[in-house]
C-alpha cells in the first residue's frame, strides 16, 4: 500500500514538473495573459502613410510582403537581326536611375563611376559569341534564361520600352575592351568595404544615444507606477519578438511599446514616433551585450518563423527582387556604391542612427525602405509579416551580442 501511494505521489510531481516546464517554455516564447496589451487600433496613425520624402509612386500591380500577384515569364520576343538602336540613347539609358537602380548598380560598363558588381561585367560583351536576340531578351525579361535571375525583367514589368532595349542592346554592342578605372574606387572588386568604427555608444558619436537617454526619462515618468526599476527587464529583449495569444500574432518591441503604454496609461506612443524608438532603444539596451536568444519552439512561434523564412525568398516589386537576392546571393557584393551585407549581423543593433539620413530607424522601417528600393509598396509598421520576418531575423541571429542604439552610413 504505501509503496504504490508513494508511486502515485512521484507521479503526480512528475505530471506537475511535467506541466511547469510546459508553463515556462510557453512564458519564454509568448506575452502571458497578465500583460496588458490594447488591441483593437492600428499601433501607427491610420491610415497608414508613406514618409513624405520617400519616392511616393504607387507599385500595386507588382507582389509585396503581404500580395502576391501573377507576374508571369514573358515569352521570348522576336526579333529582326541585326537590331537597330541609337547607340547614345542606349548608353545613357544604362545610367539612368529613374529605371529603378540603373544598370550601373549591378554591372561594370566603361566611362561610369561606381558601379556594382551583383551582376556580370558587360564592359567586353560586344565580343561575346551572343546573339542579339539573345541580348534583347535576357534585359526584356531575363527569367525565359533563369526563373530565379537576380536582373529585373526590365521589359515585363514596365520599366524599359523594346525600341529602348534596341538602343541598349545597339550599345552593348560597342563594347569590346576590358573596363579601365579612372579611380581605385571605381572597382568594386578592389573598392574597401565598409568597416564601422565608430562607438555606437558614445553620445558625441551617436545622436541616438540621447534618445535613450530620453527612453530612461520616460520610463520613470510613465512607467515606474507599476515598476520600480526596469533592471527586470535586462535580457527580455533579447527574446523578442515573441507570440501575443491576444492579438493572434508575433510582436516585436516597438508595437509592444505601443500596445502595452496604451492598455496601461492611455499613452499613444505609435510606431517610429520619438517616444517609442526611446521606450524601445532603453528597452533594448538593458539588454546590451547579452545574446539574442529568441525561443522559436513552440508550434505558433514556429509557424510564424516558417512563414518568415519563406517571405524571405519572395519575388517582390516592379523590380521583382527577393530579400536573398541582396542579403545572400548579392551579399558581400557592391550595389553600386552601396555594400550588401548578409542576413547574419543584420539585427543586433537596431534601431539605429542613420548619418546619412540624420534619422533613427527602428528595423521595422529598415525593411520598408528595402521593399520600396525595389518598387514594392511597403506595409504598415506593424504589419504582421514584418513581425513574421524579424522573428526569422532575430532567430537567426541567436547568439550575436545586442548593441543598441547602433549607427550607420
Ligand atoms: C539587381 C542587379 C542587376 C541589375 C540592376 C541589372 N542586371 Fe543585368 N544581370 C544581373 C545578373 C545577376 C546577371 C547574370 C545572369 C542572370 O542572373 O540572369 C545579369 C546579366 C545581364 C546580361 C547578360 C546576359 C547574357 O547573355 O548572359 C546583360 C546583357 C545584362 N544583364 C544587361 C543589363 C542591363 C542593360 C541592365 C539595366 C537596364 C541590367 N542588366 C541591370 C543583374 C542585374
Ligand atoms: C498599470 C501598470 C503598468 C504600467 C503603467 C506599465 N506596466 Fe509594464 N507591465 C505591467 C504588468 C502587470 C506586466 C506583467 C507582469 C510583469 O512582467 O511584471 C507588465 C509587463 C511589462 C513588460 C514585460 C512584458 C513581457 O514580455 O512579459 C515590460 C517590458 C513592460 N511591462 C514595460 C513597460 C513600460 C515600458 C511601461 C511604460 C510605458 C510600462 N510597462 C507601464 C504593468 C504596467
Ligand atoms: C535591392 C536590394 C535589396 C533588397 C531586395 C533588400 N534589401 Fe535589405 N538592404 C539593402 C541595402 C542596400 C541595405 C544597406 C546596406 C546593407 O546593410 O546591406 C540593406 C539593409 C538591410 C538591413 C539592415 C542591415 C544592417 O546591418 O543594418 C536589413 C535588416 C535588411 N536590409 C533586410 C531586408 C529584408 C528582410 C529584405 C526583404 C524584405 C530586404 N532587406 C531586401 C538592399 C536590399
Given at each position: 500500500m504505501l509503496a504504490i501511494h508513494h508511486l502515485k505521489m512521484y507521479f503526480v510531481l512528475f505530471v506537475l514538473s511535467y506541466f511547469s516546464g510546459i508553463l515556462n517554455l510557453v512564458h519564454a516564447t509568448e506575452f502571458a495573459a497578465t500583460v496588458q496589451l490594447e488591441a483593437s487600433k492600428p499601433a501607427y496613425n491610420s491610415p497608414w502613410a508613406r514618409?513624405?520624402?520617400?519616392?511616393?509612386?504607387?507599385?500595386?500591380?507588382y507582389t509585396n510582403t503581404a500580395k502576391e500577384l501573377p507576374s508571369p515569364i514573358s515569352p521570348k520576343q522576336k526579333l529582326e537581326i541585326p537590331i537597330v538602336g541609337d547607340v547614345a540613347n542606349g548608353k545613357k539609358l544604362i545610367a539612368d536611375r529613374k529605371l529603378g537602380g540603373s544598370c550601373l548598380a549591378c554591372h561594370l560598363v566603361p566611362d561610369e563611376h561606381l558601379m556594382g558588381n551583383v551582376g556580370i561585367d558587360l564592359t567586353e560583351i560586344g565580343t561575346w559569341e551572343n546573339d542579339e536576340e539573345r541580348m534583347f531578351n535576357h534585359i526584356y525579361d531575363s527569367r525565359i534564361y533563369n526563373p530565379n535571375s537576380v536582373m529585373p525583367p526590365w521589359g515585363a514589368h514596365g520599366l524599359i520600352s523594346p525600341t529602348e532595349i534596341k538602343d541598349i542592346v545597339a550599345y552593348l554592342k560597342t563594347l569590346k575592351s576590358p573596363v579601365e578605372f579612372a579611380e581605385a574606387v571605381d572597382n568594386p572588386a578592389n573598392r574597401p568595404v565598409p568597416v564601422e568604427t565608430r562607438n555606437n555608444l558614445d553620445p558625441f558619436e551617436n545622436p541616438a544615444m540621447a534618445s535613450l537617454e530620453l527612453g530612461e526619462q520616460l520610463f520613470q515618468q510613465q512607467c515606474s507606477s507599476c515598476h520600480q526599476s526596469a533592471a527586470k527587464y535586462k535580457g527580455w529583449a533579447v527574446k523578442m519578438p515573441k507570440y501575443a495569444p491576444s492579438l493572434q500574432k508575433v510582436l516585436g518591441v516597438e508595437e509592444f511599446v505601443t500596445r502595452h503604454a496604451r492598455a496601461t496609461?492611455?499613452?499613444?506612443?505609435?510606431?517610429?514616433s520619438k517616444e517609442n524608438l526611446a521606450l524601445a532603444i532603453y528597452l533594448r539596451a538593458l539588454s546590451n551585450g547579452e545574446a539574442i536568444a529568441v525561443d522559436v519552439k513552440d508550434a505558433k512561434t514556429q509557424a510564424a518563423f516558417k512563414r518568415g523564412e519563406t517571405l524571405m525568398l519572395r519575388k517582390q516589386g516592379q523590380l521583382n527582387l527577393a530579400c536573398v537576392d541582396c542579403h545572400q546571393t548579392g551579399a558581400n557584393k557592391w550595389l553600386r556604391g552601396q555594400y550588401l551585407t548578409t542576413t547574419k549581423g543584420m539585427i543586433d543593433h537596431f534601431p539605429t542612427y542613420r548619418t546619412s539620413r540624420g534619422e533613427i530607424w527602428d528595423i521595422r522601417k529598415r525593411l520598408q525602405w528595402c521593399n520600396v528600393s525595389v518598387r514594392a509598396n511597403e506595409l504598415p509598421p506593424d504589419a504582421s509579416e514584418y513581425a513574421e520576418l524579424e522573428l526569422y531575423l532575430t532567430a537567426i541571429n541567436n547568439g550575436q551580442i545586442m548593441n543598441v542604439p547602433g549607427i550607420r552610413h
Open positions: 514618409y513624405a520624402t520617400w519616392e511616393q509612386k504607387n507599385w500595386d500591380k496609461k492611455q499613452l499613444n506612443y505609435v510606431m517610429q
